[in-house]
């Protein structure tokens, strides 16, 4: 189904239950500190060497890290929730029918086996089998209820009224993600699309085609795909929030783009009608979107159709499906076995009904007191950058009044939502396929989003469920969201000290507040509008000091050969450093209220420095292991910069870090004060 997203930059119903002692998870441990490798040196793994040599990979991961013992951690209390409720025999129509229901479904492979690719054979004819003179049908049609192949259309808050919806036309249709793994001529990419071969050919032969026929269908759909990327903008480009934001009449649309039946599409897609006026976010992609739909013979448009329904439908099939996608993923990411069926199945049961699951979870392990330490927290750190804000030397008092007002408006949503999503017309039917069960509430998903359109946008609902473990910003609304899920150590951690809090989630907050004012966030004004609230010089400041982070990071060797993209992640890299020097902030402020003088002997923690304490914490936050084929990966695909880097080259930049581990000129960890950037 679609996927619809612009941009998002990561109660207790009764006694609250705690995770049982071994499921505790622990802040930064001192001991663990090595002694080998000094803090001058390489800052991130005098902190977390002891801890990548103690969590090797398993072969089920291709990177493994704290998040990931977060996720594990989410994953095990989730299970317990979701296998707990057949147990209670619920009544059919109830969610916790439908929650265990959908679970059961996907875990019985017996069943999942036997039907092997049965569930999707009408599909598969239909496509297969549609004359060429009704492949306009088919486009509505695989629009409508599979896939968005070629282009995407879809309502989000508007640009430049975030309080209303606009349609947006972008781009779609691109499996493999980024342009460059089809345009790029090396050996590591052509070796995935060798793979990537592969997957289509077992795919289609495993959907009832003979070798041949699933040869030629691979063979059509990287041309199909290949062409597609030719005209897809750059992982840089669509960091561009001015060049996507253009405007377009309907005229404009149906003349531009005169092969793709838009009244139709509108109606029978999305059974709404044409609107007047759109926001087309890749220009060149939908007109390339256009030729290809009237110019490619429609053998090739049903090859790619075709692929574009099964791969979507793979994971909830056979095991034989699973199995084909696993080996296309050792590839890519170097991941040497797949994860166990019942995450698997765990993962796609949250993904249709995840805030059902998340009420249940807030029951049992989000204390109110967690919410309440939090809200405080939050406001802490936004005094702390209002602070920042104000005495910026490279910022005007006219500017600076205007980042104040967006600052003071940030809405804060903490744990959980207000309201719940009502999921009572979601039917779930354990007579059918667990294919089936996804699809159906696939569409029904698909819509309750496009029911939004004509309507004023609801700034209420979350982007995340309550269990994830993340946190965004989202510049529309002007909001930060932090779910129950993430506040967990090493994060937050009501038992550890102030200085392990404020380097933990701390930074989290800083950071996320700090997305507001980021390349990207700070284009959107107090009330989540596209809007200017810069002077031009001002502007051009902040132009020159973002350039100068994007060169720290462009100069970093990630393998032989493989340089950082700076440009790419420059929006994680300034939050990272801005919520470090925030939370900073934040920190001793909150320790001078509370009268403790952190410079004494008492004051240390497991003999410790607390400045030292709060660097090690955040420097613990990004402890992993990576295999070297998911480093390239995550440098091609990833906004974020690799843990590694993001604790050394961002540290090197902070001044309070260069004193606190007595850094000097010589040190691997140094950067001259006349080299650092300093933003917020």
Known sequence: MNKYSLLLLAVAAGSVLSASAEEHLKSLDGKGISQNIPASEDFYRHVNQHWMDANPLSPEYSRYGQFNILTDSSNNRVRRIVTGLASKNPEPGTIAYKISALYES????????????????????????????????????????????????????????????????????????????????????????????????????????????????????????????????????????????????????????????????????????????????????????????????????????????????????????????????????????????????????????????????????????????????????????????INLPWMSDETKLEAIKKLNAITVKIGYPDKWKDYSTLNIDPSLSYYENIHNANLWHNDEYLAKWGKPVDRSEWGMTPQTINAYYNPLNNEIVFPAGILQAPFFD???????????????????????????????????????????????????????????????????????????????????????????????????????????????????DPIQVFYMNYANLWAQNVRDAEKKKLTMTDVHSLGENRVNVTLKNIAPFMDAFDIKEGDKMYRPASERIVIW
């Open 106 to 389: 996907g875990m019985d492979s017996v069943k999942r086996n036997q039907l092997g690719a049965k569930p999707i054979q009408d599909v598969v004819k239909k496509i297969d089998s549609t004359p060429a003179s009704e492949m306009t049908d088919l486009l509505l049609w695989m629009h409508k209820y599979y896939a968005a192949p070629f282009f995407s259309a879809y309502p989000q808050e508007d640009l430049n009224n975030s309080a209303e919806y606009a349609m947006y036309i972008g781009s779609g249709g691109l499996t493999l993600g980024d342009r460059d793994y089809y345009l790029v001529k090396d050996a590591d990419n052509k070796k995935i699309r060798d793979a990537y071969l592969k997957l289509i050919e077992k795919d289609m032969m495993l959907s009832g085609f003979s070798k041949k026929d699933a040869k030629r269908i691979a063979k059509n759909v990287l041309k199909v795909e290949t062409l597609i990327a030719d005209s897809t903008w750059t992982r840089e480009q669509t960091r561009d929030m001015h060049a996507l934001n253009n405007v377009r009449s309907i005229d404009w649309v149906k003349s531009t783009c005169p092969n793709i039946p838009w009244d139709r599409f509108f109606k029978e897609t999305m059974k709404i009608d044409t609107p007047d006026q759109f926001i087309v976010t890749e220009i060149n992609t939908v007109k390339q979107a256009d030729k290809l739909i009237s110019t490619l013979p429609a053998r090739e448009i049903k090859d790619y159709y075709l692929w574009q329904f099964v791969q979507d439908a793979a994971p909830y099939l056979s095991d034989d499906f699973s199995d084909a996608h696993f080996e296309f993923n050792k590839v890519m990411s170097g991941v040497e076995s797949q994860q166990p069926r019942w995450k698997r199945v765990l993962g796609a049961t949250e993904g249709r009904l995840g805030e059902a699951v998340g009420e249940l979870y807030v029951e049992q392990y989000f204390p109110e007191s967690s919410k309440k330490y939090m809200e405080g927290l939050v406001e802490n750190l936004r005094t702390a950058l209002g602070k920042h804000i």
């Open 494 to 608: 009501a038992n550890a000290s102030d200085a392990e809090n404020y380097g933990g989630i701390g930074v989290v907050i800083g950071h996320e507040l700090t997305h507001g004012f980021d390349d990207q966030g700070c284009n959107f004004d107090a009330v989540g509008n596209m809007n200017n609230w810069w002077t031009a010089e001002d502007a051009k400041a902040f132009a020159e000091l973002t350039q100068g982070l994007a060169n720290q990071f462009d100069q970093v060797e990630v393998l032989p050969g493989v340089m950082a993209n700076g440009s790419y992640t420059l929006g994680e890299n300034i939050a990272d450093q801005g919520g470090l020097r925030v939370a900073m902030t934040a920190f001793l402020d909150s320790q001078k209220k509370k009268g403790v003088d952190i410079k004494a002997e008492e004051a240390k923690i497991d003999g410790i």
